[in-house]
Structures are given as structure tokens and as C-alpha cells.
């Protein structure tokens, strides 16, 4: 598909995008679609202390570092937000999303909610968004038709869901995932309405709206 060409007008920085979802509301599908519809976008690569899965790569998918080094990371501010999820620890480079926005690309984070919270106190500008499921019972289809966990690992990820979505109402937008292509629709537009934003659009705009508003003659 043909990338908005519209909304990669040069900025003096770019907007950072926080996403919040629980496990199995389709995050991930939704951000990865994006990144197909808009141009001038890209997604930061969180450090994990996970194991890698089959078919992810380092530095691609994920950082994977050992618990040790995450720690070092952590204890020398190395990042711009980190949560615990189940057992494993995340966390985003500070260096690495404040140069892509330096550089005028808009960053998305893909976080829980203890991490947005994190970035609001750092980031006043940050933008954030929640993806909620339909419905309980389609959250716990969505995670057994994965296929990759139990049935006591998703029960554990119904608890946990039930815990992240009582934050809903701390983020800037909500979008429900009913209808995939529809939900997709409203992220693009949430994200195309920000680039529109004075802050966004003024310096590239300096020079025309110094020549509208100059006196003829």
C-alpha cells in the first residue's frame, strides 16, 4: 500500500506515541499495519530480559539481554521507561527514541501502563493511546487462538488484563478493536491529526505564512 504521503512534511521533531493494550487486545497486528499505512514512523525496540522466540531477531523484534546487563542498563539511566511484565523485565532506550525524534520521526511506544505513566512525567508532549478488546469473552478467544499459552497462563493474562484496563482513562484516546480495519482507520487518524497540530506544523510552514501575510505593494 501507498505510505501517506501528506504526513511526511519536514518538522523540527517528531511526536512521541505512547500505545497501552492488554495482552491479546491486538496491539501489536495494529501498530504493525501502521507502520504499512503511514510513512515517518517508527515502532522503539524495547530491551528484554526474555527468552527469544523462534523467528525473532536481536535488535530487529527485540534488544535480548541477560538480567544482569538489563540491570546495569537500568542502574546507569539508561532508559526512558521499564516495567516488570510476568517474569521478565522491559525497557526503552532514552538515546535511541530521543535521537529518532530529534531526527523529525515520530516513535511509537508499545508499553504497558506503568510505563506510560513514566513517559507522561518525562514527555508533556507525548501522545497516548489505549486499544481495548471488544468484549471479555473475545479477549479470552483472541489468547487461546494464539495457541501459545495454557489455560492457566491465559487466566493469569484475563487477571492481569483486568488490571490494565482499569488505567484506561489516563491516556489521550481510546480505541476499541471490534473491527480490525476500522480500528486501524482510527489510529491513522489520531495520528494524522497530531501532525496537523501548529506546534507540528509551523516551522515547516514559516516561510508560507510569512508570504501570505506580507502587504502587497
Known amino acids: 500500500m501507498t505510505?501517506?504521503?501528506?504526513?511526511?512534511?519536514?518538522?523540527?521533531?517528531?511526536?512521541?506515541?505512547?500505545?497501552?493494550?492488554?495482552?491479546?487486545?491486538?496491539?501489536t497486528s495494529l501498530v504493525?499495519?501502521?507502520?504499512?499505512?503511514?510513512?515517518?514512523?517508527?515502532?522503539?525496540?524495547?530491551h528484554t530480559t526474555r527468552a527469544q522466540r523462534p523467528g525473532e531477531r536481536d535488535g530487529v523484534d527485540y534488544h535480548f539481554v541477560t538480567l544482569e546487563g538489563f540491570k546495569h542498563l537500568l542502574d546507569t539511566g539508561a532508559f526512558l521507561e521499564s516495567a516488570q511484565v510476568f517474569d521478565n523485565y522491559y525497557g526503552t532506550s532514552a538515546a535511541a527514541v530521543l535521537h529518532q525524534l530529534a531526527s523529525g520521526q515520530d516513535v511509537i511506544l508499545e508499553i504497558d501502563w506503568q510505563g506510560a505513566?513514566?513517559?507522561?512525567q518525562r514527555f508533556e508532549g507525548a501522545v497516548s493511546i489505549f486499544i481495548l478488546p471488544p468484549s471479555k469473552v473475545a479477549l479470552r478467544e483472541r489468547l487461546t487462538q494464539r495457541g501459545q499459552d495454557d489455560e492457566q497462563v491465559i487466566d493469569r493474562r484475563m487477571h492481569d488484563a483486568e488490571a490494565e484496563i482499569s488505567h484506561f482513562a489516563e491516556f489521550d484516546y481510546i480505541v476499541v478493536n471490534d473491527r480490525f480495519e476500522l480500528a486501524l482507520a482510527e489510529l491513522q487518524a489520531i495520528v494524522t491529526a497530531c501532525r496537523l497540530r501548529i506546534r507540528q506544523q509551523a516551522p515547516a510552514l514559516a516561510s508560507l505564512t510569512a508570504e501570505l501575510q506580507a502587504r502587497i505593494g
Request: proline share 2%; no cysteine; aromatic share 2%.
Open 32 to 46: 504493525k499495519a501502521l507502520l504499512k499505512e503511514i510513512a515517518g514512523i517508527a515502532v522503539s525496540i524495547s
Open 117 to 120: 505513566e513514566q513517559v507522561r
Open 3 to 27: 505510505q501517506t504521503g501528506a504526513t511526511s512534511r519536514a518538522k523540527t521533531g517528531g511526536t512521541l506515541f505512547i500505545l497501552s493494550a492488554p495482552s491479546g487486545a491486538g496491539k
